[in-house]
C-alpha cells in the first residue's frame, strides 16, 4: 500500500476522524497480527499484542513524519509491542540457535512439500513457521510474503542488513529440516 | 549454478510461505480497536487537565495586590488611621535557632557529591527518554 494512499487517512484520522482508522486498521491488521503470533506465539494474546499497536500507533500518528513507508513504521511498533510483551512475562525470546540443518535441496524440498495436500501442505508450513525462533519466523515473514528489502527489514527489527541475511539463511535452513521432519513423520 | 539454486530456493520459500498466507484475526477485531480508542478518548476527556485556580482569577488577584501595594507605597500616609494591635512577641527569640543554621556546615564532598549525583541522575531521566521515544522512531 502506497503512502499517499495511506496519508489521506493518516491526515483524516489526525483532523479527529476516528473512524478513518479502521481503514487503516484492516489493512494492516493481518500483519500485525502473524507477527504478533510468530513472536508471542498464543493466539488470544497475539490478539490483544495487535490490538495494543494499533492503539499505540493512533496515539503516536500526530508523530509519524513519512520519513519511511507506513506499513514499516507499524511493523516496527508491532515488532516492539511483541518483544515487551514477551520479555514483560519473563518468557525468554528464542533467537539465534545454533544450527544443526544443511541447507536443503530444493527438489527434495519440492518433493517432500508436494506430498500434502493444498490445505495441509498450509497448515504445516504455519505450524513450522510457529516452531521457529520468533525472530526467524518474522525475518521470514517480512521477507517473503511481505516483500520487504533486508534494509527495511532492518529498520524494523533494529539490526544490520549484514545480520539478517546470515538470520534469513538459517531460518530458511530451519524451516527447511522441520517441514523435513514433519513429511517423515507423515511417512 | 550455486547461484541459480540459491535464487530458485528464494523463489520457493517465496512461493510456499505466500501459500501459507497470513493469520487471520478474530472478526471483531477493527470494531474492537475502534472501540477502544472512542473508550480512551472519551476518558481523556473527563480526566483532561483542568487548572484548580482558574486563569481570570489569578488575573484579578495580579491586579487587586497591584492596587493594594501600589496604595500602600505610593500613599502610605493614608494607613495612619489604621491601628493595628501591640503584641509582645519577644518570646520568639529566634537567635539561638538563626546561630544554629549559621554554624551548620555540610561536609565539601556531600555537597559536591549530591550536586553530581543531581546532575547524573537529571542526564540519565533525559538519556532514557530519549532512548525510549526512538523506538517509534524510524531514521
Avoid: C
Avoid at chain 1, 476522524?17 to 498464543?42: G, H, I, P, Q
Avoid at chain 1, 535441496?105 to 506430498?115: F, K, P, S
Avoid at chain 2, 535464487?7 to 477485531?29: D, R, V, W
Amino acid at each position: 500500500m502506497s503512502l499517499q494512499q495511506d496519508q489521506y487517512y493518516i491526515d483524516k484520522v489526525i483532523n479527529g476522524d476516528t473512524n478513518a482508522f479502521s481503514v487503516l486498521v484492516d489493512r494492516y491488521k493481518y500483519m500485525v497480527y502473524t507477527l504478533a503470533v510468530r513472536m508471542v506465539r498464543n493466539n488470544e494474546e497475539a490478539e490483544e499484542v495487535a490490538q495494543d499497536t494499533f492503539l499505540k500507533v493512533y496515539k503516536a500518528l500526530p508523530g509519524f513524519k513519512g520519513d519511511s513507508k507506513f506499513s514499516t513504521w507499524v511493523y516496527k511498533i508491532a515488532y516492539n509491542r511483541s518483544l515487551d510483551y514477551v520479555k514483560r512475562l519473563g518468557r525468554i525470546p528464542e533467537t539465534t540457535l545454533i544450527e544443526e540443518y544443511a541447507e536443503h535441496n530444493r527438489t527434495n524440498l519440492v518433493a517432500a512439500i508436494d506430498q500434502f495436500e493444498i490445505d495441509e501442505r498450509k497448515e504445516t508450513i504455519k505450524r513450522a513457521m510457529q516452531e521457529l525462533p520468533a525472530d526467524y519466523a518474522t525475518i521470514l515473514t517480512l521477507h517473503y510474503f511481505e516483500e520487504l528489502s533486508l534494509k527495511e527489514i532492518s529498520k524494523i527489527m533494529d539490526a544490520s542488513p549484514d545480520t539478517l541475511k546470515v538470520k534469513l539463511f538459517r531460518a530458511r535452513k530451519r524451516l527447511g529440516g522441520i517441514l523435513k521432519d514433519r513429511l517423515q513423520e507423515k511417512i | 549454478m550455486e547461484k541459480d539454486e540459491n535464487k530458485a530456493l528464494e523463489a520457493f520459500y517465496k512461493e510456499m510461505i505466500q501459500e501459507a498466507g497470513l493469520e487471520e484475526p478474530s472478526t471483531g477485531f477493527t470494531a474492537s480497536v475502534i472501540s477502544k480508542i472512542q473508550k480512551d478518548d472519551q476518558k481523556a476527556e473527563i480526566f483532561s487537565y483542568r487548572p484548580l485556580i482558574p486563569r481570570y482569577v489569578w488575573w484579578v488577584s495580579v491586579v487587586l495586590l497591584g492596587i493594594f501595594f501600589g496604595y500602600t507605597f505610593l500613599e502610605p500616609e493614608n494607613l495612619e488611621f489604621v491601628s493595628l494591635p501591640k503584641w509582645n512577641l519577644d518570646f520568639f527569640n529566634m537567635d539561638r535557632f538563626i546561630d544554629v543554621l549559621n554554624n551548620f556546615k555540610l561536609p565539601d564532598t556531600l555537597v559536591y557529591g549530591s550536586l553530581s549525583l543531581a546532575i547524573f541522575i537529571s542526564l540519565q531521566a533525559y538519556l532514557l527518554k530519549t532512548h525510549w521515544n526512538k523506538r517509534f522512531v524510524i531514521e
